[in-house]
């Protein structure tokens, strides 16, 4: 597997953008993810969008980053939220996810950022599993879906 920045506009990162929000409304009903996202969101050094590739160039994981100060939605000077973690069906339960989240950590680390936080929702065990395992902790909820009951929040000093 090869893991290459692209932009959040790119082709192949627009492709899965897609999938992952199909996921997201089967799971939940609503449509897909209705926080606000710009392709500039992930520009360095504030953001990064990677893709993971296999063996033949095809785009399989996705997870992006974006710089996040304190702005009265609950998060704090710092933060890097992490966006789009994504894994193609047929390859999950082989450890991209958990490959992309170090990937993402570290770049954010090297950016200068000093906590990683990311909200998920209660339909998405898996998710909130690898998190966890991750070394992540509940944190206060921040961002467009704060106020829904399913969502959870996490967050790990880098």
């Not at 790119?10 to 897609?18: E, M, W």
């Not at 710092?78 to 994504?86: I, N, T, W």
Request: charged share 35%; with cysteine; net charge negative.
């Amino acid at each position: 597997m090869t893991i290459r920045r692209v932009r959040f506009d790119h082709p192949d990162a627009v492709k899965l953008n897609d999938e992952v929000q199909a996921e997201y409304h089967l799971r939940y009903g609503d449509g897909g993810d209705a926080t606000a996202l710009d392709a500039t969101d992930f520009d360095p050094p504030r953001g990064a969008y990677l893709i993971a590739y296999d063996e033949h160039g095809r785009p399989v994981a996705t997870g992006g980053w974006r710089s996040q100060d304190d702005n009265g939605e609950g998060n704090e000077d710092g933060d890097a939220e992490l966006k789009r973690m994504y894994v193609i069906e047929e390859m999950r339960g082989r450890g991209l996810a958990r490959r992309m989240l170090t990937a993402l950590e570290e770049d954010a680390r090297t950016a200068g950022r000093v906590r990683m936080v990311l909200e998920t929702g209660t339909k998405q065990p898996e998710a909130i599993a690898l998190y966890l395992s991750s070394g992540y902790a509940p944190c206060r909820k921040f961002g467009y879906y704060r106020e829904y009951e399913e969502s959870r929040c996490f967050a790990k000093r880098l």
